[in-house]
């Protein structure tokens, strides 16, 4: 059966960016920079006409329109590398939209989204992993708050960023404990269970933030961070370079993660009980596979993980912890599991691009 969902979809957008990015485009000339003062290469700066490259790249946008029509009514399915290469285009004539007669600097966009797009990519790992077991995991926001405030405290004491990290991933684990005793053993309603968690946590940390991290500031609530680690080579390719590879521990542990996650779900013996579990309970029973026993572990696992992003909230980016500070993080998380469907990185990565974008807007009308 032939879908025509997404020619539609990709039409529509290419008709709104002719509108908008050439007919009522922006006269001048937008600049972009694409490398920082520190970097080993150096990049021209590149200067565009905002509203001739508006047109261009709407007219590249009608074709791959087109050309998707093309491959359904060949009874083909629109590659992904397509709708990839929509987005970005899309992307690329926002920015040139937005900045005429004004200088972005690529690079501080690109680190900023990767920055932001961490934590909701563990809560999204964590999400995938519940949901495949058959847990919906409503709270992943509280799973962060826990791992960014223990976190801190911990790190903080000790002044072992390491420490900081285990402590997170326990406190991670302890919220869905909690929500895989009352979902799984009591059989309780999963999205009540997972709402009051979120709240529960919001209100101790915020009672814990105020009696004891507001009076003992330096003891409890003044973490080290981790350092950036530059990898040779790969960091000093240009623009990229700085925004992949020069990161912390936290960061290249989500890209371990998110490969990891992905290769165990899909090619291991756990990932196919995982999958039956939460698809097919009663086969999985009548085959010998204990499915609570399985629910409540992965649920545990996926809380740890999301506990592990929480801290980098408070060691990878503010270094301090503040009242609710995930900001609903674990609500993005989780509908980027819902929209995204396995397509986590890109789902994680393009809404906080997205997010960064309100603060490029911001600057380019100031200046």
Known sequence: MRSWKSPIALGLFAVISIVVFGIFGRPGVSHFRLSRASDFIQLPDVHLPTTQ???????????????????????????????????????????????????????GLLIGAVSLSV????????????????????AIEGQLLAGAFISAMVASATRQPVLGLIAAMVAGMLVSFVLAAFSIKYIVDQIIVGVVL?????????????????PNPELLNNPPRFDRIDIPILGQIPIIGPVLFNQTIIVYVMYVTVAAVAFALFKTRWGLRTRSVGE?????????????????????LAGAIAGFGGAYFTLGSVGEFTKEMTAGAGFIALAAVAVAGGMLIFGGELNDFARRLMYVVLVAGIL
């Not at 909701?120 to 949901?131: C, H, K, R, T, Y």
């Open 53 to 107: 490259t508006g047109w261009v790249l709407s007219v590249v946008l009608v074709l791959l329109a087109a050309y998707s029509a093309w491959l359904v009514r060949q009874a083909r399915k629109v590659p992904l590398w397509l709708v990839i290469l929509y987005v970005v285009i899309i992307l690329v004539a926002f920015l040139t939209w937005v900045s005429a007669n004004a200088l972005i600097p690529v690079p």
């Open 198 to 214: 979120n709240v529960l946590v919001a209100g101790l940390t915020s009672f814990l933030y105020s009696k004891l991290m507001v």
């Open 119 to 138: 934590p909701l990519i563990f809560g999204a790992m964590s999400g995938v992993i519940s949901e495949r077991s058959g847990v919906v995991n409503i």
């Open 280 to 300: 097919h309970p009663q086969a999985a029973d009548t085959v010998g596979i204990k499915v609570n026993t399985m629910r409540f572990w992965n649920v545990s």
